[in-house]
């Protein structure tokens, strides 16, 4: 061993602090290069060997333990040295190696020790540092296995910030470079933030990051490993830290959609994220957004349901909620949205009736956005059948405890039933599936129910008649079956009633005595043109041809030809006080013809009409 190596090995027992002892070891080391320089130094390989040994001793002494926290930053420029006498010398690294474990290991007792204070860089030589490359020992740590292991990373941590700050003048280091070079964590996120904050002073001028926590929270954070809401969690760790919420969840939402993906949060969870957003709107809607772009339909309902039986849902979350379920719920098949429905109803049932109002009004938003797209667009509404109208119509009366089917979304269920034979052509079957139809829900509903409160007139424009093309098209045996089954449904009446008025509206103005002789004539055809107390749909087809053109048109009629029939009807509908004729009205309307026969009498002339009046009257 030579002299200068024995000069430095005398070092290690110096008591100086600091800087003292830092310009101590480079003095030696200086003295210790000028020497090999001047003279051939056989002993170069054992000086080596004896400056480690001495270095490892110092460090793991007891002796030397209550200095070393104000002289390990000179260590690592010690360790540096020796790195490039290793190199030069081109000897095995496997000393070395210890030197550096040692080294590490020492720096994170003192850490800890001093509560983060301590250690730190007594220099300020720039060239200096750069040559000691303190951040190169951060590479040394691939793992952090347990608290031990943690120290010694946060004591490197703080070294190589301070060394990139005393080199560039700046933090040019960043949390997240340093933690993407672990390659193993056994300890958690909470464990790893409790220690920092632990330590919180020492990186002061170096504080961790979100785009660092969000980094932890990828690789070292298990959602499901324990009961603990994760996002308690991390806004607990925003807290502590004094991070900002809403720059984490904006950045955290990618890791979140991951998460979600991956099925890495309980539903519990991710209602708990939702409450603790519900004073931030705008990431609120974010978040909600992201979770319901990576899950069912079925699981964003039940986080609803969830939701609603806890009684969380404000006025914000509400708002978002309605916005993300009417995104999701138009496109869905109805069997899943049948479903989904029960299921709410299913749940309403045990829900506190504090929290009902809320979750009726957003189902029944829900449920009115799916039938507006659905019902209304002919890329959906072609797969609803009768039995998904009957069973919709049903659960959303029980839903809504009410018979009243002028709700939005009743309306709209009830209109798709005059919809449900688009393609079908022919009059007298679109009217006779229309009335079955209405005779295979609960009749109890019609009957609370006035129709003409409830069906619109355009509903009906494929139903109407072209008169009197096709009416007369209308044969016996379907006249017949249209009468024998509307069962006297309500609905099914007020619909036949509509239909003949419209039709008749369309009448052209100088075409009414011709068009009324050829009703006259049909009613005889079908066998329909004596008055019977129980035959509904002629007694209004009569009725509506009265009211509509005889009665009001009494001279333009008696010119007519042929009409006995339809007259004849009336005055004994009439005779027979039947509850839908307006007695007046007939009366009325004997007394104009009347009169007209009279004036026609003085003129001496006859017509067809006058002599049947004359006999009936």
Known sequence: MSESASYIGNVFDDNSEEQLFFDTVISRFENYDISNRAHQNKYFSTDIDYIIECAITSLTSSEHLERLSKQIDAFFYIYRRVVEYNAYNKKSDSQLKEFQEKLLQESGNVFKSTKGLKPCLSITNKALIERMNIQQHLGAITEIKDIEKLSTFFALCNLSFQSSLLVYGDIRLQWIDILSKIRQWNISLVIFISHYVEYKLAFERFPFDIPALIHLIRVIHQPNSTDVSPFAIFHSILNDLNLDHKVFFNLFLTTFGDGVKNKLYKESHICQLLRLLTEREDLLSMSLSTYASHVSINDLWYIFLYLSTAGEINQTMEKQLVLILNQRIEKIPVATFKTNYKLADAWLKTMKDENRPTFIRIVDTVLYTFLNKQLNDDQYSWKFTLHDLQDLLSMTLRFLSTIDLQQQSCLLIIQHLFKLDKNVTTKFIRIKNLFNRLNDFDQNLWERNDPACIIRDE??????????????MLTK?????????????????????????????KLETNKWNETISQLNAWMINVKHDIFEANDTLTIIFVKSIFDIVISKHTKSVLFASNIESI???????????????DIKQVDDFIQNVHHSIKDILSLNSTFSLLEFLIVDL
């Open 459 to 472: 509903w009906l424009n494929d139903y109407s008649f072209y008169i009197p093309q096709d009416w007369l």
């Open 567 to 581: 007259l004849n009807y009336i005055l004994h509908a009439s005779q027979d006080k039947h509850y839908s004729i």
């Open 477 to 505: 045996n379907d006249y017949q079956t249209l009468s024998s089954i509307h069962q006297n449904n309500r609905w099914s009446i007020h619909i036949w009633s509509r239909l003949v008025i419209l039709s008749l509206s």
